[in-house]
């Protein structure tokens, strides 16, 4: 059974800095979502990642794949409030299973 | 029009009510999904459709019936539903089943039920 590991649960950041969110799978995975969700609101597609290799960058935001090491990343760079929010990777293998979610704050 | 629209957005019901879900993309997506969140966790896969037809039914209650009356509208008909079934119900769509061609899943506002 696949099982998708996000950490940290948590990041409190300050404006202007840099982190790193690590979504790990555990069987191997098809391919790999990145999703984000405002507080009561609905989800919002940010990647689809394919393949080994594979770095998709949008605004402040880059999402990286390996299948080897079965890990995906996303990397916020010069953080602003606005990408507060809460952050979801999912991982594929014949249907898709989420991460627990990255709950983001970014403070001034 | 990258749209995918939800009705209700909010449902009160009572266990022995039967009420229906709607979900409609004007896309051209052939893919169309529903998931289940409830508070502070993450979504649940429910159903999947591909091409109208039924793809994946990740073993949801009987109670649950999904149903693709044609490629641009979903619906997800509920009866006998429990407390335990209140969350926020999102309907979303793809180009193709799980972005094959590496297009991604555009969502719906939602439907948060409430099961009294």
């Known amino acids: 059974e696949l099982k998708v590991e996000q950490n940290p649960l948590f990041l409190s950041m300050q404006e202007g800095k840099n982190y790193t969110i690590y979504c790990n799978y555990s069987?191997?995975?098809?391919?790999l979502y990145w999703y984000r969700q405002d507080p009561g609101k609905s989800l919002e597609s940010l990647f689809v990642?394919?393949?080994?290799?594979a770095v998709k960058q949008e605004g402040r935001l880059m999402a990286s794949l390996d299948t080897k090491a079965r890990l995906s990343t996303l990397h916020i760079t010069a953080a602003v409030h606005d990408l507060s929010a809460t952050y979801f990777c999912a991982a594929l293998a014949g249907k898709s299973t989420f991460g627990d979610g990255t709950t983001l704050t970014v403070k001034p | 029009d990258t749209e995918v629209t939800q009705t209700p957005k909010h449902l009160v019901m009572g266990m022995t009510n039967k009420k229906s879900l709607k979900c409609e993309q004007h896309?051209?997506?052939?893919?169309m999904y529903w998931y289940k969140q409830k508070a502070k966790k993450p979504p649940e896969l429910m159903f999947v459709?591909?091409?109208?037809?039924?793809?994946i039914n990740e073993s949801v209650p009987s109670r649950f019936s999904p149903e693709c009356p044609n490629s641009s509208l979903l619906n997800l008909h509920l009866h006998a539903l429990q407390p335990e079934d209140s969350a926020l119900y999102l309907c979303?769509?793809?180009?193709?089943?799980?972005?094959?061609?590496?297009?991604?899943?555009?969502f719906g506002p939602g439907t948060r039920l409430t099961v009294l």
């Open positions: 990642l394919l393949s080994n290799g």
């Open positions: 896309m051209g997506h052939r893919a």
């Open positions: 069987t191997t995975s098809d391919r």
């Open positions: 459709y591909s091409y109208e037809k039924l793809s």
């Open positions: 979303a769509s793809s180009q193709e089943i799980w972005g094959a061609v590496g297009d991604t899943q555009y």
